[in-house]
């Protein structure tokens, strides 16, 4: 499968855990961007990545929440001490970097908090 | 004044209807344009990129008016597959960078 790839899909943690979402982007794109997505709600950007380098992270809560796309490896978005409020679709696209190209998403990971 | 506006709807229409949603964006340098389809629950899909000249696929059209800076998508002959969230997204950057600007989403069910 050549398409990006999430995991886990499905994620409990209960509150003040941790969680921890992974995201491999297409072959031959570099280019990251997370979304949440709360119930019955529109897709919220939260942060744009390049290969160690964020290049965007104006939708990112300034607390708790983190981003790194390394030189190897999947790119990470971490959440430390969940609350409810975290319980969300987070999606992840990504493309080559060239202006007329479009964003390819993976299925998502689902993120609950007891 | 958001960055790329949609009507939210519903837009509930018979099977076999034409139905045309519109988009509309802020940012004069957007670079490129494309719209999106989600179903609930499930990730957004490619469905068009939009051309400055306007594109057909199949049963959809897409059109760019970069002179009001707004696009549209007309479904023609409507599907009860159909029935979905579409979404409009402008692509802005520079330098290798690009951002990809998404509306909230239009809501269209199709009606046996």
């Known amino acids: 499968n050549a398409g990006v790839m999430q995991n886990p899909r499905h994620l409990v943690r209960r509150r003040g855990q941790e969680a921890r979402l992974r995201c491999s982007p297409m072959?031959?794109?570099?280019?990251v961007y997370w979304y949440r997505q709360l119930p019955e709600e529109g897709l919220k950007f939260m942060v744009y990545?390049?290969?160690?380098?964020?290049?965007?992270e104006s939708g990112m809560p300034k607390e708790r929440f983190s981003a790194e796309f390394p030189k190897e490896g999947p790119s990470i978005l971490r959440i430390q001490q969940v609350v409810r409020g975290d319980s969300a679709a987070y999606f992840c696209?990504?493309?080559?970097?060239?202006?007329?190209?479009?964003?390819?998403f993976g299925d998502g990971t689902r993120l609950s908090i007891l | 004044r958001k960055e790329v506006e949609q009507d939210p709807g519903p837009f509930n229409v018979p099977e076999g209807a034409t139905v045309a949603f519109n988009c509309t964006y802020s940012n004069s340098a957007s670079q490129s344009f494309f719209w999106y389809r989600q179903d609930c629950r499930k990730e957004p899909k490619l469905l068009m990129s939009v051309y400055s000249s306007g594109n057909e696929d199949g049963r959809f059209t897409a059109q760019l008016n970069r002179a009001s800076q707004y696009i549209s998508l007309l479904i023609r002959d409507s599907k009860l597959s159909d029935s979905a969230t579409y979404l409009c997204?402008?692509?802005?950057?520079?330098?290798?960078?690009?951002?990809?600007?998404f509306g909230t989403g239009t809501r269209l069910k199709v009606l046996a």
């Open positions: 990545l390049q290969k160690e380098n964020i290049i965007d």
């Open positions: 997204v402008v692509n802005v950057g520079t330098s290798g960078t690009y951002k990809y600007i």
């Open positions: 696209a990504s493309s080559p970097g060239i202006s007329n190209q479009p964003q390819h």
């Open positions: 072959k031959g794109h570099s280019h």
